[in-house]
């Protein structure tokens, strides 16, 4: 992608050296660390030692109500159904939920809804799944926050409702309305910024905390793959659950995460974000996406190495399915490009298509065009849709003020499901280019650095104090650093389509690569200004320091 204007921002030098003193780490370190919003002493020691200890569950509202319901229902032996979600986010909590309540003597289900079948949410179907075991309590995870009818029909029929949620409540008039269930944790209620963030695995988690801490602390590799896949910003809780929760995948103890990361070929023991984001989470993904994923439950928590190895081939068989799905999609999507796109503020798109693969064609999109992107699958009268959107364009905001012309929507600020009409989708194009191009005045590509270093800067110890940071993701992404008038010096293409050369100012001269950019225009000895994160390569036993280029332009006059 072309940037028209890099950006960085100033800091008094004078704070940045205090920084780096007391916590013994680079200038650079400590810009990105300032950059990102972490101003006071206490705030950056936080970031870089997240402690469980910080986490108390009971600071979210409802939390304690839960406890004693459930509490109280162990010990009369009433039932309990667990109402879960298809995709990653809500498979972990129902994991979660289901197990420690199945080792602290509840008598529990479980229910995944079937994403052609029930569609989203706590459903009549999910209410009946509950008479039928017999299930007199309801506990909804990564849904249930704007499903009023349905808590009401299930107290009807004589069930209470717990709801555990993330996403953003119904508004009127600027209040929350909220269902009359039971208990309700959903963070955005509260609006405290520590659990403002959490995703659904996250509030389950919270609920699991509450009931027995010292077992929960055992689920966090299932947190970390839910709230990444979740794509929440890794900041605050989120930050806390992950850090730890990644070593548990790195060196995993859970057997359904040995055979995960095996099948799918993830057998380094430094976990990146990469290993999560494109082979461990599709696989999890999958089976509701374009199958039923009642299983995927049973896979994560099972210890039966049998039914591992016969549950993740499944996995990887459907996985293989989904990619081939959105291959076929993805086709057609860029025929629609040419023939519809004319660089409006939003790509909205619809199509025959399988509606559970357009969140990832929505997600793709946005890579390439840094704008919000919204897919739809058309069925029948109706049109179920994905968005996905960058940061500083809030879907929330922007379906809010279309929703006179939508039957259904909710999700995150980044992440949104809706359902539409068919015959409004044209309108909705129409009014949904107006309001985000009203509400992002500015529309060039601007890329915004951590830092900006001179050449000499840039030590091995940099590179390592990178790690420091991690898990990188939303709102946390890798540290982006931008040096001026480099000289390129043995410029040649490597691999398929990578750039690989040596960069050189003021004497001081670095390896550097660029994947997939070999197509990029520039010349030998000529002056470049780049964008990177420093890395460690590793050759042979050898350890050098290498840039990892993510954008280069002429030098700037």
């Known amino acids: 992608m072309r940037y028209s204007e890099w950006v960085v921002l100033k800091t008094n030098q004078e704070y940045l050296q205090y920084v780096s003193k007391t916590f013994n780490i680079t200038i650079p370190t400590a810009q990105v660390l300032v950059s990102r919003g972490l101003k006071d002493i206490n705030q950056i020691y936080s970031f870089l030692n ?52 199945t080792k602290i003597g509840a008598k529990v289900f479980y229910h995944i809804p079937n994403r052609i079948n029930h569609g989203y949410g706590l459903s009549i179907q999910s209410i009946e799944e509950a008479k039928r075991v017999g299930a007199k309590i309801i506990i909804t995870v990564d849904c249930g926050i704007r499903d009023f009818e349905a808590v009401q029909y299930a107290k009807k029929q004589g069930i209470g409702v717990i709801i555990t949620d993330h996403h953003e409540p119904l508004k009127e008039n600027g209040k929350k309305i909220i269902p009359q269930a039971l208990a309700v944790i959903n963070p ?19 609920l699991a905390m509450a009931l027995n801490p010292e077992e929960a602390i055992n689920y966090l590799d299932l947190v970390t793959l839910g709230t990444y896949a979740d794509m929440v910003p890794l900041t605050h809780a989120n930050r806390t659950l992950t850090k730890k929760g990644w070593s548990l995948i790195e060196s995993p103890v859970r057997s359904s995460i040995k055979i995960l ?24 993904n999958a089976p509701g996406r374009i199958d039923d994923a009642k299983d995927v439950v049973r896979f994560l928590i099972s210890e039966d190495e049998s039914e591992l190895y016969t ?40 199509g025959d298509w399988h509606p559970g693969v357009v969140g990832t064609v929505a997600s793709k999109l946005i890579e390439r065009f840094n704008r919000p992107v919204f897919i739809f699958s058309l069925q029948g009268e109706k049109a179920k849709g994905s968005a996905r959107s960058p940061e500083g364009v809030d879907l929330q905001e922007v379906l809010n003020a279309s929703k006179d012309l939508l039957i259904r929507f909710g999700g995150h600020k980044q992440a949104a499901g809706m359902t539409i009409l068919r015959d409004n989708l044209p309108a909705f194009r129409e009014k949904l280019c107006l309001i985000i191009k009203n509400m992002v005045k500015d529309c060039r590509n601007t890329l915004f650095l951590d830092a900006a270093v001179s050449l000499n800067d840039v030590t091995e110890k940099v590179a390592e104090e990178v790690n420091l940071l991690e898990p990188f993701g939303e709102g946390n992404r890798e540290p982006l650093f931008g040096a001026k008038e480099l000289t390129v010096i043995n410029l040649r293409k490597v691999g398929n389509n990578h750039l690989k050369m040596l960069l050189k100012q003021d004497g001081t001269m670095v390896s550097a690569i660029g994947f997939d950019m070999a197509d990029t225009e520039i010349l030998e000895g000529s002056l470049i200004d780049v964008a990177f994160t420093p890395t460690i390569n590793e050759w042979e036993g050898i350890k050098n320091l290498q840039l990892q280029i993510k954008a280069l332009r002429r030098t700037q006059k």
């Open 50 to 101: 997240p402690t469980i200890e910080s986490i108390d569950p009971f600071e979210i509202s409802g939390v304690y109500e839960a406890v004693k319901i459930i509490n109280e229902a162990i010990k009369s032996d009433t039932k309990i159904l667990i109402n879960g979600d298809y995709d990653a986010d809500g498979l972990t909590s129902t994991a979660i939920l289901y197990d420690i309540l």
């Open 311 to 350: 549950l993740g081939k499944w996995l990887n068989q459907i996985n293989s399915l989904r990619q081939k799905t959105e291959e076929r999609i993805m086709e057609e999507v860029e025929k629609k490009l040419i023939n519809e796109f004319n660089d409006e503020p939003a790509i909205v798109l619809w």
């Open 188 to 206: 955005k209620i509260d609006e405290k910024s520590y659990y403002n963030c959490l995703a659904g695995v996250g509030v389950a988690f919270m």
């Open 261 to 284: 990361k095996s099948l799918a070929g993830v057998n380094s023991n430094s976990l990146k974000s990469f290993h999560l984001s494109f082979c461990l989470i599709p696989r999890i």
